[in-house]
């Protein structure tokens, strides 16, 4: 319709640039433009008996918008553009070979569509005007003499890389445009949107055709998976999964560890979204080396179930971490406490009592040394615990160096701290004025009337339903009505307000008003925890003797503790593109950063010839960091020593799985980045269903070598027409004023 | 020469006496006692039981209360960081409230009885972490009238000798020393430690299968009258303070094992 009305493209229109093809001089076209409004306004003010000024204003301005159109078309305007001179230009068409093209049954792969689409309509169009080069792409780009011919699919599609080879290739040669057809699944490691400017900065217009679906509603993707890289055994941890659909409804995920399920849940999927992300729990398995499946159930007439499925490696130490617990009074939390931990494999809890004013008494010690003071004898000592429970004891009780060794424990060492309620305990104990105040995840009340032997409910807050710390059962509804059977407490003490950075896993109705009673925060390094009770033991006493309820939630508070404390050697890893980094972090036993020493890291996986890294230091201290290509996918097992001197240090091991890119993922066709490329690029769009256009585009892209053209707009119909409608509504208005 | 018999007679006629005023107040429902429900974090519990027909009185749970927990209690709250309430308080094995209080302490059990139902309660309530002392009975036949109960409650559970080594005679105080620690009426009446045949004190216990003591068993002899009677002049303070520490011992290993 608009190159119907103007005689050119909209796209042609806007690209070009407006002429006066006439020889007459334009500064004749503006007097006479000037003088025809002069001679129009004379000639209406001797009507003004006739009509009212604002109508002869219109009349005039009709009148004199005719005038201009009809002086403007004895100038002949014209439109200047640069168009490809024929014959001298080479457009690369490059066809995407990769697997994910053969993706649908029988005659409807995207390539099945693709290949007719090149060899039939587009080359031999193309071929008329330009010269053609083709190629076929997927790890990189390859020239081919036609399309006829494909080869076995390649197992990666390299978008970014195969775009700049055959940009590169054609530095020498008038590359005027590419035509990238292609379903857009890219999957190479650096991202296609990172090399988005360096493909642009070549000048060629690339224009994309999308090939195959945007939406396949009978296919499930499991897009990504994650977990911590190590957690303990017996506890349950939470994956957080992040499913592809392109519909509502529900999908069954397992979790494998081998041929044994670790956890089957139902995750409801959301209409109006294409990604769903929710949490799956499973119960951690026993201490080793396990290499998770997450898989989904097969959709009815799903036919690629390949990408239902991820492996996530996860490490579970042998270690078993200690738990340091300080109560100032002998008291039935106490007692139901170790008795709930009392057999856990992971977690070893050491108490300190204080049994009379001046005699303590320790249990799960190691040594009759440990704690014969009742305190950590120095900071090395106490930061040799993992995590550290307060009980009903008064803040007085330790000295200020104490107090701010406690502080550090959690900001620096990184432990977790659990502070309970008790007649001494909290602000009744004077922590709120304690150097440890500002650790806590609330501003605590000194009033020691707020600790009360009443007995209250404890309820799960929203946060509180997600967090693993407090799944009595795996399964969320089960989990719901195990707590709301839960006895209740036997007491309770108020605490302050929360501090900004503090969030309530549990509260109690009082006054009816609810109000926390499990509360955290993180704190520097770790994490610090308020449990406004000290009557939990009821749980045990009040439920029948099988119920676990009680040991349950102790056993994954405790471990929820101590799970994340950093080590004294600290070991990541991180995926980043086709290259694995390796940061090593190293504190002594005061948990300060050590900085003469070296890390070597040793990768071994599979059959694979073992990799050594040598990690080198950084602007942090004690932080080293090392990067390696790991090569062929699987679990990757980095073990590192650290050493000062030609003495070991101190080693770290984990493993990581590492997953080479898979065309079994990302198979909807991804029309946004394939916009995005040729947004970029100066290029456009483009449906297999609808290439008009796309000739027209190439032979005027601004790449290539060009020559000038330029097409008279006068006959264009859209100015006569403009010149009718100008004397119609002249005669419309003139009719309805009367005056004719 | 007088002296000592007279002194005897007033005891146990005062503590018949006690014994009267306060069979009104067991009379009334064991579980108003309780309903106020904890308002200490410890409170000692005494076991009302229903008699077996092998004791002399039908409510032998009450020997030696109140004054028993009145003056032990003060010796546990000056000597110890444990909140204990002031006095004692008595339930029956089917009070509701019964859960709420982990220790118990029953006296007089060589007579004691317990049926089917009860039994189970209170072996679910030790296997759950409740801590049961038992003390003041004497002689092989009060023995067997313990045992007829006890086995009603644990039927293969062994009932051993405490072993020196158990933490339950050393998480206070070291208590190696057995001695056999009498009632002020046998004692003053001539010096004799026993009562009946029960010359030989036993120390003994019945355990969970973690080797937790659930059950502390003082056969042949009966701390409740020392703690009853710590401020009779004439009765031995060593007998008072070994009664004060093993109760001690036994209450603070309760509440921490």
């Known amino acids: 319709m608009f190159e119907a009305l103007f005689g050119v493209s909209r796209d042609l229109l806007a690209r070009g640039e407006l002429v006066l093809m006439s020889d007459w001089p334009a500064a004749l076209l503006l007097l006479l433009l000037l003088t025809s409004a002069l001679a129009l306004g004379l000639v209406l003010a001797r009507q003004r008996g006739a009509l009212a000024p604002l109508q002869l204003l219109v009349i005039g301005a009709l009148q004199l918008g005719m005038l201009g159109v009809v002086l403007i078309l004895l100038w002949q305007p014209g439109l200047r553009t640069q168009q490809l001179r024929s014959g001298d230009n080479v457009v690369a068409v490059m066809l995407d070979s990769s697997a994910s093209m053969s993706f649908g049954v029988a005659d409807s792969t995207r390539m099945a569509r693709a290949q007719p689409l090149l060899t039939e309509q587009l080359t031999p169009a193309l071929s008329a005007e330009h010269r053609v080069q083709r190629y076929l792409f997927a790890e990189q780009a390859r020239p081919v003499e036609d399309f006829a011919t494909l080869p076995a699919p390649g197992e990666q599609t390299r978008i970014g890389e195969s775009l700049l080879q055959v940009l590169r290739q054609a530095r020498t040669t008038p590359l005027a445009a590419v035509i990238l057809v292609s379903d857009g699944a890219d999957n190479a490691l650096t991202g296609l949107a990172d090399r988005f400017a360096e493909i642009a900065d070549f000048g060629v217009p690339i224009h994309a055709i999308g090939m195959g679906r945007e939406e396949i509603p009978e296919d499930l993707e499991l897009l990504d998976v994650n977990l911590p890289d190590r957690a303990l055994p017996g506890t349950t941890l939470a994956a957080r999964v992040a499913v592809r659909h392109d519909g509502g409804g529900a999908a069954r995920i397992k979790v494998y560890d081998g041929d044994r399920i670790l956890a089957a849940q139902v995750l409801p999927l959301a209409a109006g979204s294409n990604t769903t992300t929710a949490y799956v729990d499973f119960p951690v398995p026993e201490a080793g080396h396990h290499d998770l499946v997450f898989t989904l159930d097969r959709q009815p007439g799903e036919v690629n179930q390949r990408n239902n499925t991820r492996s996530r490696a996860l490490e579970v130490p042998e270690d078993r971490y200690r738990l340091l617990y300080l109560e100032g009074e002998p008291r039935w939390e106490y007692k139901f406490l170790r008795r709930a931990l009392e057999e856990d494999p992971s977690v070893e809890l050491v108490s300190v009592l204080r049994v009379s004013p001046n005699k303590f008494y320790r249990q799960g010690i190691q040594d009759p040394a440990e704690l014969a003071a009742g305190f950590p004898a120095d900071r090395a000592e106490l930061f040799g615990y993992d995590g550290l429970i307060i009980g009903s004891i008064e803040a007085a009780r330790f000295s200020p160096e104490q107090q701010a060794m406690l502080r550090d424990f959690v900001g620096e060492r990184g432990g977790s701290l659990l502070m309970l309620a008790g007649l001494n305990g909290l602000g009744a104990g004077g922590w709120g004025n304690s150097a440890l105040d500002e650790v806590l995840p609330a501003r605590l009340s000194a009033d020691a009337g707020d600790y009360r032997r009443q007995q209250v409910r404890a309820s799960l807050t929203p946060l509180g339903r997600a967090s693993s710390l407090l799944k009595l059962s795996e399964d969320a509804q089960e989990n719901e009505r195990l707590w709301r059977e839960l006895p209740a407490v036997a007491d309770y003490q108020t605490i302050g307000p929360l501090r900004p950075a503090a969030v309530s896993l549990l509260d109690v109705e009082r006054g009816g008003r609810r109000v926390p009673l499990l509360v955290t925060q993180p704190y520097g390094r770790g994490h610090s925890y308020i449990l406004a009770s000290g009557g939990t033991w009821r749980w045990q006493m009040s439920m029948p003797l099988e119920d676990l309820s009680h040991e349950t939630f102790w056993r994954q508070l405790a471990r929820g503790l101590v799970a994340n404390s950093p080590d004294q050697f600290r070991l990541s890893a991180e995926v980043r593109g086709e290259q694995v980094a390796l940061v090593a972090e190293l504190r002594d036993q005061d948990y300060r950063a050590m900085s003469d020493v070296a890390v070597t890291a040793v990768v071994t996986s599979g059959d694979s010839e073992a990799l050594t890294v040598v990690l080198q230091p950084t602007d942090r201290p004690g932080v080293l960091a090392g990067e390696f290509a790991p090569g062929d996918a699987g679990v990757l097992f980095i073990e590192a020593l650290a050493r000062r001197g030609e003495s070991t240090v101190a080693s770290a091991r984990l493993s990581l799985r590492y997953d080479a890119p898979t065309e079994d993922f990302g198979v909807r066709q991804n029309r946004a980045l394939l916009t995005a490329l040729a947004t970029e690029t100066g290029g456009a769009y483009w449906t297999a269903e609808n290439l008009d256009g796309l000739l027209t585009a190439i032979r005027h892209s601004a790449a290539g070598v060009t020559e000038e053209d330029i097409r008279p707009l006068w006959s264009a119909p859209v100015f006569f027409l403009l010149l009718l409608c100008l004397k119609a509504a002249e005669w419309l208005a003139r009719r309805r004023w009367r005056t004719i | ?257």
């Open chain 2, 1 to 257: 020469m007088w002296k000592r018999p007279v002194l005897v007679l007033a005891g146990a006629v005062s503590s018949l006496l006690a014994a009267g005023f306060l069979s009104s107040v067991a009379g009334q429902s064991t579980e108003s006692a309780a309903r106020r429900g904890p308002e200490a974090e410890f409170h000692f519990v005494r076991l009302a039981y229903s008699a077996n027909g092998r004791h002399r009185m039908g409510q032998s749970w009450r020997t030696d209360w109140p004054e028993a927990e009145h003056h032990f209690l003060r010796g546990v709250k000056r000597l110890t960081r444990i909140d204990a309430a002031q006095e004692g308080r008595y339930l029956a094995v089917m009070d509701a409230d019964l859960f709420d209080y982990p220790w118990l302490y029953a006296v007089e059990v060589g007579g004691w009885y317990l049926d089917e139902e009860e039994a189970a309660r209170l072996r679910e309530y030790l296997l759950r972490g409740g801590f049961l002392m038992v003390d003041d009975f004497h002689g092989t036949h009060e023995w067997e009238g313990f045992l007829l109960t006890l086995q009603r409650v644990f039927p293969n559970r062994p009932i051993i000798d405490i072993p020196e080594s158990d933490e339950a005679l050393h998480v206070l105080y070291d208590l190696e020393k057995r001695v056999q620690i009498p009632s002020p009426f046998v004692y003053l009446r001539g010096g004799r430690t026993f009562e009946r045949d029960g010359i030989t004190p036993h120390w003994r216990g019945v355990y969970d299968d973690k080797g937790r003591l659930m059950v502390a068993i003082n056969f042949n002899m009966d701390m409740g009258d020392a703690w009853e009677h710590a401020d009779w002049p004439e009765y031995p303070e060593f007998f008072t303070a070994l009664a004060y520490r093993f109760g001690i011992n036994y209450i603070i290993y309760a509440m921490t094992h």
